[in-house]
């Protein structure tokens, strides 16, 4: 740890200290506080990013993306926004169209070298992921099961439509955008 660190961690605890009458002589009180101050400190940057990452920006969808996905009903119009990640995780068998019958999120941006994982819910019966034409993704034959069933690396950049076979007329479609 730095002087400055110290010193500017020392003068923030300084207030706690006095006020126990400790400060003189007291390297052991003393260094607890300096340690639960930058505990607090660390918790705070981390709930942050946290948020950043979950609660997410969006950015709005382009005229592919929202027309294909017209009836879906847990699209918003909008894509996550979730470059910059090695990994993202899509739901399968999410709350949406009338059950367990959406992806989530229905629309996400990513990183091209990023790794999708899509994560079964074991919910509204058997699902699969499903390319529009001749694109990247297909996880075979619909599964009921729960965990990730399937996986995969998007490594150019594009919109790739997919769908889930038993469910898309009811609407279970997703995009990925890889920029
Ligand atoms: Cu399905």
Request: charged share 20%; net charge negative.
């Amino acid at each position: 740890m730095s002087d400055s660190l110290n010193r500017r961690t020392l003068l923030r605890s300084t207030g706690a200290i006095a006020a126990a009458g400790l400060l003189a002589g007291c390297s052991g009180d003393g260094g607890d506080a300096t340690e639960s101050a930058t505990d607090d400190e660390m918790t705070e940057s981390a709930t942050e990013a946290e948020m950043t990452e979950s609660g997410g920006s969006s950015m709005e969808a382009s005229d592919e993306v929202a027309d294909y996905l017209g009836e879906t009903s847990n699209f918003d119009g909008t894509v996550a926004d979730m470059t910059g990640q090695d990994t993202v995780t899509v739901t399968v068998g999410a709350e949406a169209n009338g059950g367990a019958f959406g992806y989530d999120p229905a629309a996400v941006q990513i990183s091209s070298g990023t790794t999708v994982e899509f994560e079964w819910t074991g919910e509204g019966g058997t699902h699969n992921v499903k390319s529009e034409g001749d694109g990247p993704l297909d996880s075979g034959g619909a599964v009921d099961t729960e965990g990730v069933e399937y996986e995969h690396t998007f490594e150019s950049s594009g919109t790739f439509r997919y769908y889930c076979t038993p469910h898309k007329s009811l609407g279970m479609k997703g995009a990925i955008v890889v920029e």
